[in-house]
């Protein structure tokens, strides 16, 4: 095989012809294969090369390995760009992941400041059966299974393009040898102490020794995924819009589909919101969905990602960590107004002030004051004339989304007693009595097209 024609073919597929590129470079010898690629491609189609070598200091090789680099990109006349990622910021595990967001975060840095839209990694048909083996054995959702994509968005504006994953490992290194590139062996590749090594020297050679075309077979079957997941996306995107309403998923109609699209959906919302998820956290969703005797309800699925059912509504919402409720937190002085956001204000004056039509007031005697307005508490109670009132509890009772109940704003003392829940609920106890006098008033005001 040509190497160099069937490079050019996927070069012109790829379509990026003399734009510039980004290319992680390594030293090893499919990313030095790459450069020599790129630097044979014919001039009308070849791009501006510009080379990002990361040291991971993981070993006392990679300094002579980076320089190098940096001295093949000088004699080419190719732009460089390298960091070190040192090694007292390593994690204890999980390094080669870690390893892995910092070199892309790296590569991102580098595309903003010289506006380059278009990352190449020197990832190869091998790689492509190895990460699909690994996969296949760790289990998980079948998209996965998809593997390593020909090419993908990279930074939402970008694209991460991998244009040797039809070369088998075996050839580069022959195109290497013919044209007498110098690159370097990462000694730990010959260790079995991770999976990947493992999958690389026991399971692929076997793998290849009963099928020569093994390699081309798993390829062929990675762009068969990639097509059936694209069109399934389509179809199931249509679903989705079908349920959708500005403040969720109409639980009702999600609940007349058969279970395949009720799963597809589900993993869809969570893909475009979350990330993957795995067939345990569908399952327990859709049994979130269709307990009848459950009208409210909430799964972690992520992070601060939590997968919710409201009455008739599902979806995933952000929820704030406890530490970060109740942050906001303002005085109220007499006679000036407290923007809560832009469509909303409060403030405390005398009363008698006169007010708007749509205006919501609580009224007070002195003996409450000072007041502050804020976002509730985990905890908060409302003060009433029969005692005290869980916050939560009237907003269940009220029927206020999970998602909406951290937003919800309450107006209390300097001892945090809460004596309005604004929008739904006030304290009996300022209500005038027989001996008693209102003496001010707090105004909660919507201000939605108003001149302010």
Known sequence: MDLNLKFKQIWEQLNIGQQAVLVG????????????????????????????????????????????????????????????????????????????????????????????????????????????????????????????????????????????????????????????????????????????????????????????????????????????????????SKLITDISTPEGYRTEKWLMWPVAEKKATLRLICEQQVGEINEGQVNEMIELLENERRPQGKIDVKGQKVFYKNYHLFGVITVAQPDEIGTFKQRLTLGQWVDLSPNEKIGLFPAGTLTAENDDVLEITAEFLPLDVRHRLFGDKLCTSIGKQKVKKILIDRKVPVDQRAKVWVVGNENNEVLWIVGHKKSNLSRQDVNDKIHYIVIYRKISGEKR
Request: proline residues 4%.
């Open 25 to 236: 470079v390594s030293g090893g010898v499919d990313s030095m294969v790459l450069l020599d690629l790129l630097g044979q491609l014919p001039y009308s189609i070849r791009p501006v090369i510009h080379v990002a070598t990361v040291d991971h200091c993981l070993r006392p090789e990679s300094v002579q390995e980076t320089e190098y680099v940096r001295q093949y990109c000088l004699d080419h006349g190719l732009n460089f760009h390298t960091i070190q990622w040192p090694k007292n910021t390593h994690p204890s595990a999980g390094i080669e992941e870690a390893g892995r967001h910092f070199r892309y975060r790296f590569f991102a840095d580098i595309m903003t400041s010289f506006g380059i839209k278009h990352l190449l990694t020197a990832h190869h048909a091998d790689d492509q059966a190895e990460t699909f083996l690994m996969k296949l054995i760790r289990g998980g959702d079948l998209s996965q299974l998809k593997g390593i994509q020909f090419q993908r968005s990279f930074m939402s504006d970008r694209y991460l393009s991998r244009p040797l994953l039809f070369f088998a490992k075996k050839s580069l290194y022959a195109y290497a040898n013919q044209r007498q590139l110098t690159f370097f062996e990462d000694q730990t590749n010959s260790s079995d102490e991770f999976l990947r090594n493992r999958i690389r020297h026991e399971v692929v050679p076997l793998l290849k020794q009963e099928s020569p075309h093994f390699l081309e077979h798993l390829n062929s079957y990675q762009q068969q995924l990639n097509e059936l997941f694209s069109v399934s996306k389509r179809s199931l």
